[in-house]
Structures are given as structure tokens and as C-alpha cells.
């Protein structure tokens, strides 16, 4: 199927929507996270349906390092009459940052940096030599949980266990080609289901893997045991992590090449606000953030809401906003936890209707990117990552009615 053929040309568009459009605010979720990466969803057909179940009109696939799931995405969309947003996700190393010690959006490591990138072509493009740097990094990523996998087998060699871990067992059977340390978890966690019938004898066996730690989570809890798994043995101090290698990771200007060069926008995921209401060494403040953005030539910044209070997103999403920034929300949904596709803040405190109208207009702005890239070569910002600033309203009003022709027809 030939996606964009199901639109007609913007002026037809523009003039459809002053008869049909009907103002209202759609819902909108920009960052999704499915099993092309690694994802709480078993398939793209039940985020899809979760999404229509919960009135979501807008949905964006955010795949680390892949763009494999674009075309399941668009057909499962156009099937479901919600629109998608074509998005990729990078983690990214900006060296400068990494010799000040500054923490930017990974909280643990100075100078590494996750990166999106908002709107992509469709159909997928990247040209070399940024295609095989790609394919680099997904090899580097894919060897480091494979020699992972083999140092979690020697811990269970060693106490004994009575199984192992098969690496490509796990790729072919619970991945589309990219493998995570969260499929390791997710391997032995079921490992352990199949081997131990009592609930006594699995956390024997956990409190032995885990070096006399017990388990805290409930047996029963799959997402949490997993998250348990991993941060016990997998992350740094576990007794099977390996370190990535420098070559699993691109310098930050690259990424933000690469995005380009895929006809997206480069964007900023911001942690913001923790438990504790800290940010990071370069997430505070605002007005500092926005100027180093400008700086990396980044016009475009996004927030997993449920990580934030509603305040500090009002604060932030406003303020990114008001200065020309467009700015999406989302749920990653790339861990076990299965949550609503509907987006909510911290606490499962409901979103306030300016969030919800920033996410929509943002959403907007990219959907008519993706539109205008696809039909003309060239949409909301130009190939070196400068904005339209002045037509930000047009690309407004023509991505509604795209998203509304879409829902309708």
C-alpha cells in the first residue's frame, strides 16, 4: 500500500478540513516503542487496538536504532483510521558533555545522550555511508547482550542452575532482529517458570542468581521480577554485565546528521522532574537548556509524561512551546509494564488541557512534515535542521487536517 496516495493535495486537503473539521483536540501518544526494539506489547496490532480502544487518534512508533516496523505501522494505522508518526530513537555521545561530567538525559553515564527523531520518510531512506554506520551500531548493540548472554550462562553454570540461556533462540523467537538486555530478563524469568514449579523453589533460585539478594517483587509480577533481573545482574555491578562498546555509541552531531538525512526532525527526550523533583546537570534551567538546544541545533523536544509532574510539564512544555519549539509527548511503553496508551503524568494524574493541546499541535506540525517531505521534499525544517518558523501556523492547520481526513474517510 502507498500510504500517502490515501491523502489528496494539500490545497484540497486545506479546503476539505473548513468543511469537515470540527476543532476538537485530538489524543495523541508520539512515542511508542514496539518488539522491533523491545516493547511491552507482543505485536503492533495490540498497541494499534489499544490505541483505537482508548480514542487515541495520533500514534508514534519510536523503535530504537530501526525503522523495520514503518510499513506494519502504517498499514495497521490506515486499517484503524488513526494516523501515524514515523519516529526513531538513538543514544548518542556528546563528548564535550562526557569530559565536563555532565549528566544530560541519561542519569548515570555524563555525556551520553538519548536522542529521537520526530517524522521520518516513509517510505524508510537513509543513504550511505549514514546506513552502514547505522547497521554498525546495531551490530555493536546485538554482540554486547550476545556476550552477555554468555557471561549470565557461566553464573549459572556455576550454582548449578540445570539450564542455560540460548542467544540465538532468544533472537529468532522473541525478537525482530534486535536483541536487549530486557529479552535476557525476560529469557530467564521464563527459564525459571519451566524449571521451578513452587514459588519456595523460584525464590531459592533468584536469591542464589542474585548473590543472596531475595527477590523483592511478587513471583507473579512478570515486569517487575525482569526489572529485578536486570538491575541484579545486567546493569553495572551485576555479575553478567558487559560495558558497551564505544563503537555501540554515534557522537551526537551524527545522530542529529542521520535524522536529517531520514527527512525527520532532530529532538531533544527530556527527563525533567524526578521522584524527588531533581533534573539533571544539563536539564536545569529551562532557559539555560533551550539556548544549549539552539546551540546543537535542536528544534524539537519531547517528555514520557508519566516520568513528570504536571506542573514542571506545564512549566517546561509552555515555555518550549512559546519559543518555537515543537514539543510531543509519549509512554515509550519500552519496558514490561503494560499502561495505557492514553498519556498520563506522574501518579496517573490526568494530562491538563493545555498539555494536551501542546501535544496535539506538535503532532500536528509533524504530521504535516512527514505529508510535505513525502509529496514535495521538503517540509516543517530544511535539510541543515532549520524551522519554518514563520508558517508554523500553516503546518499547524494542514497537519489537523491531514490527522482529521485520515479519522474520517
Not at 489528496?8 to 518488539?35: F, I, S
Not at 510499513?71 to 526513531?88: D, M, V, Y
Not at 539552539?294 to 524539537?300: D, K, V
Amino acid at each position: 500500500m502507498d500510504f500517502w496516495k490515501i491523502f489528496p493535495a494539500k490545497e484540497e486537503l486545506l479546503k476539505w478540513y473548513e468543511e469537515h473539521g470540527d476543532g476538537q483536540v485530538r489524543l495523541v501518544n508520539a512515542h511508542m516503542h514496539t518488539p522491533y526494539s523491545f516493547s511491552a506489547f507482543t505485536d503492533i496490532s495490540q498497541a494499534l487496538d489499544m490505541a483505537v480502544n482508548e480514542n487515541i487518534k495520533i500514534v508514534g512508533i519510536n523503535d530504537f536504532y530501526t525503522t523495520d516496523g514503518y510499513e506494519e505501522w502504517a498499514n495497521g494505522c490506515a486499517e484503524r483510521k488513526i494516523f501515524p508518526l514515523f519516529n526513531i530513537e538513538y543514544i548518542s555521545l556528546n563528548s564535550s558533555d562526557q569530559s565536563a561530567g555532565i549528566k544530560v538525559n541519561d542519569p548515570n553515564n555524563p555525556g551520553r545522550t538519548y536522542l529521537s527523531g520526530k517524522g521520518l520518510s516513509f517510505p524508510p531512506k537513509l543513504e550511505e555511508p549514514y546506513a552502514s554506520k547505522l547497521q554498525s551500531v546495531l551490530h555493536e548493540t546485538n554482540l554486547q547482550v550476545q556476550a552477555m548472554c554468555a557471561k549470565l550462562n557461566d553464573v549459572l553454570a556455576n550454582m548449578s542452575a540445570g539450564f542455560s540461556l540460548d542467544y540465538e533462540e532468544i533472537k529468532s523467537s522473541m525478537t525482530k532482529g534486535m536483541v536487549r538486555e530486557r529479552h535476557l530478563a525476560k529469557a530467564l524469568r521464563k527459564k525459571v517458570s519451566e524449571n521451578f514449579v513452587t514459588t519456595s523453589e523460584k525464590h531459592v533460585f533468584y536469591k542464589t542468581v542474585f548473590g543472596g539478594k531475595e527477590l523483592k517483587s511478587d513471583i507473579g509480577d512478570f515486569a517487575a521480577v525482569e526489572n529485578e533481573i536486570r538491575g541484579n545482574l545486567l546493569k553495572a555491578g551485576g555479575a553478567a554485565f558487559i560495558a558497551e562498546s564505544p563503537e555501540a555509541f554515534l557522537d551526537m552531531e551524527m545522530v542529529c546528521r542521520m535524522i536529517l538525512e531520514s527527512g525527520g526532525i532532530p529532538t531533544y527526550p527530556f527527563l525533567a522532574d524526578d521522584n524527588n523533583g531533581n533534573f539533571t546537570d544539563f536539564e536545569a534551567p529551562k532557559e539555560r537548556v533551550i539556548e544549549m538546544l539552539r546551540e546543537r541545533n535542536i528544534c524539537s523536544v519531547e517528555f514520557i509524561t508519566t516520568r513528570n509532574s504536571v506542573a514542571v510539564l506545564e512549566e517546561y512544555a509552555e515555555y518550549f512551546s512559546k519559543n518555537g519549539f515543537v514539543v510531543t509527548f509519549g509512554s515509550e511503553h519500552n519496558t514490561p509494564a503494560m499502561e495505557p496508551i492514553e498519556l498520563f503524568a506522574r501518579k496517573s494524574t490526568p494530562l491538563s488541557p493545555l498539555l494536551l493541546e501542546i501535544n496535539y499541535e506538535g503532532a500536528c506540525i509533524t504530521a504535516a512534515h512527514q505529508y510535505l517531505v513525502a509529496n514535495e521534499g521538503l517540509g516543517y525544517i530544511d535539510i541543515e535542521g532549520k524551522p519554518d518558523l514563520d508558517s508554523r501556523e500553516y503546518f499547524t492547520t494542514l497537519g489537523k487536517a491531514i490527522i482529521e481526513y485520515i479519522t474520517k474517510n
